[in-house]
């Protein structure tokens, strides 16, 4: 746990220490939707897009927000509450769920998360797998969409194809089919990074999430850090060394660090501490 603390203050000190970044993207008005979430609205909408979730598939993947009744849901809420309230004071849209090293639980956190944030009657959220190398998105999830981001990146499906509705008002979910070769050149190839853009610019009313691979394991997560708002740093209790989470910290210096999640802990009820 030390090393935890460690870290936590670590995080404590460089969000103090450091400017927030100017967030680069201008707001909508409160309340009123552009054109490109109008269009959105209709994407999810069209039931060619709209996938049913079961509950008991989510459930033994640890996917709990949506279960009022699940004991371990108002972990995510609280952790939603905090992370909206950092987001909108610093106008943060885009954020990366990033850990050290593999299954600290940066996917079940990544879908958790959004599902919350979808729940907050005035919230959007769109979750984004960009894994490449582990997709997790749609399995956790059990969904099952034809086009997916191994299809937009061939050139055999447009965004609005990608994008799919799990049946949660206001939550939307580009998912990974399929491991992706050559994961971090095609995150910084020209085609991914318009993608992007787009997700940022135009869903301007959304909260978009990026579930990625460990940042110590590849280089993908440091190819789209200087893309992203913010981060949030997932840290399985015990799973990772001193060194490592110091190496993953000085990775970090230059991204606005949201909060660290310990997951994982011993205690159940107490998973999640932000
Ligand atoms: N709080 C928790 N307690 C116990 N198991 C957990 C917890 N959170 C996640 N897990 C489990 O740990 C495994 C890894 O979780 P997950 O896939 O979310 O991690 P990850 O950080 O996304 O991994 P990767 O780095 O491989 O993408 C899964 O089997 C998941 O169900
Ligand atoms: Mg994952």
Known sequence: MEKIKDALDKAKVKQTGSKARQAT??????????????ELESIVYNSQNVVQ???????????????????????????????????EENDWRTVAIISPTPSAGKSVVAINLAI????????????????????????????????????????KAELSEIIVNPGIPRLTVIPTNSPV????????????????????????SRIVIFDLPPILNADDAMVLLPQVDCVLLVLGDGLHTEP????????????????????????ELRSYYY
């Open 25 to 38: 993207i201008v707001r909508n008005k409160a309340g009123s939707l552009s054109q490109a979430d109008n």
């Open 181 to 204: 070769l050559k994961s971090s050149e095609t995150l910084s190839s020209t085609g991914f990074q318009k993608l992007i853009i787009e997700l940022k610019e135009r869903y301007d």
């Open 116 to 155: 919350s944030i979808a729940q907050q009657p005035q919230k959007t959220a769109m979750l984004v797998d960009f894994d490449l190398r582990k997709p997790r998105v749609a399995e956790y999830l059990g969904i099952k969409h034809e086009k997916s981001i191994n299809d937009f990146i061939v050139g």
């Open 244 to 267: 490592e989470i110091t190496e993953t910290m000085r990775l970090l210096a230059k991204s606005n660090i949201l909060g660290v999640v310990v997951n994982r802990t011993e205690v």
């Open 53 to 87: 979730l079961d509950s008991a598939h989510l459930e033994n993947h640890r996917i709990v927000a949506q279960n009022k009744l699940d004991p371990t849901s108002w972990a995510f809420d609280s952790l939603r509450t905090q992370v909206l309230q950092k987001m």
